[in-house]
C-alpha cells in the first residue's frame, strides 16, 4: 500500500477565521463652480450640408505655431573650410583605394606570368623529353616483313 492510502486519523489544526473591515463610506465633495466670462465661451456656428442636414458645432481658431528662432549666419569661411576637409577626406580614401587597386592588379599580373611560365615551361619539357627524331615504336619480324608500328615495310 502506498503511504497516501494508509488509514490515519486526521490531525486537529487550529483555524483562523478571517473577516473582512469595511471601509468607512467616501464623502464626495461637490466639484466647484467656475465661473465662466462671457468673453471666452465660443460661439455655435451651423452649417447646412448640401442634403439639407445641418450640422451645429463650436468654431476653434486654428492654432498658430510658435515663431521659429532665425539661425544665425554661417560665415563663408567655415563653410569653406568645412568643404576643405571633406574634399580632403575623399581624396586620402581615394588614394587608399588606388593604392588597394594597385597591389592587386600587381599581384593578377604576377599570377599571370607565373601561369604562363608554367604552361611554357611545360611545352618545352614535351618538345626536349618527348620522342624527337625516332619513333618509340617495337620492330617485329614476322615471314620476313618489318612491321613498324602498323606500317608495313616489305
Request: proline share 12%.
Amino acid at each position: 500500500m502506498h503511504p497516501e492510502h494508509t488509514p490515519r486519523v486526521p490531525a486537529q489544526r487550529a483555524v483562523e477565521v478571517h473577516q473582512p473591515t469595511p471601509l468607512p463610506p467616501v464623502v464626495a465633495a461637490p466639484a466647484p463652480v467656475v465661473p465662466v466670462q462671457l468673453g471666452t465661451v465660443p460661439t455655435v456656428a451651423s452649417i447646412v450640408l448640401p442634403d439639407g442636414r445641418v450640422v451645429t458645432g463650436y468654431a476653434i481658431d486654428p492654432m498658430q505655431p510658435e515663431p521659429v528662432a532665425p539661425k544665425p549666419p554661417v560665415s563663408r569661411a567655415a563653410v569653406n573650410v568645412a568643404l576643405g576637409g571633406v574634399g580632403f577626406l575623399a581624396v586620402c580614401s581615394g588614394l587608399l583605394l588606388l593604392t588597394t587597386f594597385i597591389a592587386a592588379l600587381a599581384a593578377f599580373v604576377q599570377q599571370l606570368v607565373i601561369l604562363a611560365a608554367v604552361i611554357f615551361g611545360g611545352w618545352i619539357a614535351v618538345q626536349v623529353f618527348g620522342a624527337s627524331g625516332h619513333r618509340g615504336g617495337t620492330t617485329v619480324n614476322i615471314r620476313k616483313a618489318v612491321i613498324k608500328r602498323n606500317h608495313f615495310h616489305g
